[in-house]
Nanobody, 124 residues
Framework: QVQLVESGGGLVQAGGSLRLSCAAS????????MGWFRQAPGKEREFVAA????????FYADSVKERFTISRDNAKNTVYLQMSSLKPEDTAVYYC?????????????????WGQGTQVTVSS
């Protein structure tokens, strides 16, 4: 029952950078592992990155590894996704998600709470 609100999406030129933020409220933020997913029109929701409760462990999809960085600030109840070297194929609606159980997973069914999503568009 954690509430999540994403922000920071927008239009950016290929090769540029963008930072997404996800503010959490309700359930204790530090008790949840956090994840980012994305979905392009006509495509399935895709895992992007995840981070554990303490922020000491992260996992990335191969498509974004070394370009994206997930981080969290438990004092601010916020998780971030720093995106660099953006490509047109990164264009999608990006969703923040929370998982209350222990362990990092990469499937949408492993996360119980979701934000409304924020649009990221990368132009050529």
């Amino acid at each position: 029952q954690v509430q999540l609100v994403e922000s920071g999406g927008g239009l950016v030129q290929a090769g540029g950078s963008l930072r997404l933020s996800c503010a959490a409220s309700g359930q204790t933020f530090s008790s949840n592992a956090m994840g980012w997913f994305r979905q392009a029109p006509g495509k399935e929701r895709e895992f992007v990155a995840a981070i554990n409760r303490s922020g000491t462990s992260t996992f990335y999809a191969d498509s974004v590894k070394e370009r994206f960085t997930i981080s969290r600030d438990n004092a601010k109840n916020t998780v971030y996704l720093q995106m660099s070297s953006l490509k047109p194929e990164d264009t999608a609606v990006y969703y923040c998600a929370a998982r209350s159980r222990i362990g990092i997973v990469t499937t949408a069914t492993g996360f119980g709470s979701w934000g409304q999503g924020t649009q990221v568009t990368v132009s050529s």
